[in-house]
T-cell receptor, first 115, second 112 residues
Framework: EAGVVQSPRYKIIEKKQPVAFWCNPI?????LYWYLQNLGQGPELLIR????????DSQLPKDRFSAERLKGVDSTLKIQPAELGDSAVYLC?????????????FGPGTRLTVL | KQEVTQIPAALSVPEGENLVLNCSFT??????LQWFRQDPGKGLTSLLL?????REQTSGRLNASLDKSSGRSTLYIAASQPGDSATYLC???????????FGKGTKLTVNP
């Protein structure tokens, strides 16, 4: 069974440019999460989807960040415009929810560098 | 607000040693606790998941315990190997929330 897939793995952009990250969760996982991980820190939740509905986006900086999961499978996280402080690793995770004990499985992440 | 602390921040041991990593959390009303491993430049690999009703979980050389009342969990690694070198992260899911709150991790180095 394939794990959580993310692309690109690495992205270098100049500040004020837009950037987008893509995630494909494990098949059958209805819950999808986007996390932000700064160097030396644990991941912090940005947004959680139950199917196509964003049920927790309280930590998402909505002035520049947006996300979508149109068909309840793949998801895209966008930053526009990017700032220097956005340099971090963006992790996507998925879970089966209660049926799977809510165990979360993570993708390899996208490392973003903003110059 | 749930806070998760992991001690020590870094640990270096010789190969073959048994070791314990510690995780503490401030709010004991948790749904479950998950231990992850993260290799440099990689994502997180789930190691063990302990539900709030459980006291421990085992997988191979790994054993994780949970004491909800004291807000503590430990990850025991038996007969450590150089391949165990990684950062180990503890995360708790609060009751009524799907959100995982992570500690900062313990960076483990196992020397040959």
């Amino acid at each position: 069974e394939a794990g959580v897939v993310q692309s690109p793995r690495y992205k270098i952009i100049e500040k004020k440019q837009p950037v987008a990250f893509w995630c494909n969760p494990i098949s059958g996982h209805n819950t999808l999460y986007w996390y932000l991980q700064n160097l030396g820190q644990g991941p912090e939740l940005l947004i959680r989807y139950e199917n196509e509905e964003a049920v927790d986006d309280s930590q998402l900086p909505k002035d520049r960040f947006s996300a979508e999961r149109l068909k309840g499978v793949d998801s895209t996280l966008k930053i526009q415009p990017a700032e220097l402080g956005d340099s971090a690793v963006y992790l996507c995770a998925s879970s089966k929810g209660l049926a799977g004990g809510n165990e979360q499985f993570f993708g390899p992440g996208t490392r973003l560098t903003v110059l | 607000k749930q806070e998760v602390t992991q001690i020590p921040a870094a640990l270096s041991v010789p190969e073959g040693e048994n070791l314990v990593l510690n995780c503490s959390f401030t709010d004991s009303a948790i749904y479950n606790l998950q231990w992850f491993r993260q290799d440099p430049g990689k994502g997180l690999t789930s190691l063990l998941l302990i539900q709030s009703s459980q006291r421990e979980q085992t997988s191979g050389r790994l054993n994780a315990s949970l004491d909800k009342s004291s807000g503590r969990s430990t990850l025991y690694i038996a007969a450590s190997q150089p391949g165990d070198s990684a950062t180990y992260l503890c995360a708790v899911r609060g009751g009524g929330s799907e959100k995982l709150v992570f500690g900062k991790g313990t960076k483990l180095t196992v020397n040959p």
